[in-house]
């Protein structure tokens, strides 16, 4: 199994910041990219930031400069540092592994349980 374990969301005021991580554990083969997508309430879940093993990074069109994602391959972890919050940022947020699991190896695609993301205005 592969666990990833997400922390760092709660309740922030309109220009606040919060540093989200995300720690990948278990019978993990290998990582090809991993990332946070949110979603809102009545809307499709999008993607917030992601990072490749390369550290190649992707950016959701709304970040405008405000996020930085960043990774520790040491530690199988990814991190979101978001500064500038805005209610619209309100949500639940979730970390993504793309890669591949053991025993046997196959593909992997699986999200963390999600965690709530709040900006007060």
């Known amino acids: 199994q592969v666990q990833l374990t997400e922390s760092g969301g709660g309740l922030v005021q309109d220009g606040g910041s919060l540093r989200l991580s995300c720690a990948a554990s278990g019978s993990i083969f290998s990582i090809n990219r991993m990332g946070w997508y949110r979603q809102s309430p009545g809307k499709q879940r999008e993607l917030v930031a992601s990072?490749?093993?390369?550290?190649?990074?992707n950016y959701g069109d709304f970040v405008k400069g405000r996020f930085t994602i960043s990774g520790d391959s040491a530690k199988n972890t990814v991190y979101l540092q978001m500064n500038s919050l805005k209610p619209e940022d309100t949500g639940v947020y979730y970390c993504?592994?793309?890669?591949?699991?053991?025993?046997?190896?196959?593909?992997?695609?699986?999200w963390g349980q999600g965690i709530q993301v709040t900006v007060s205005s």
């Open positions: 990072i490749t093993s390369g550290g190649y990074k």
């Open positions: 993504n592994l793309y890669g591949s699991r053991s025993n046997p190896i196959r593909l992997y695609d699986g």
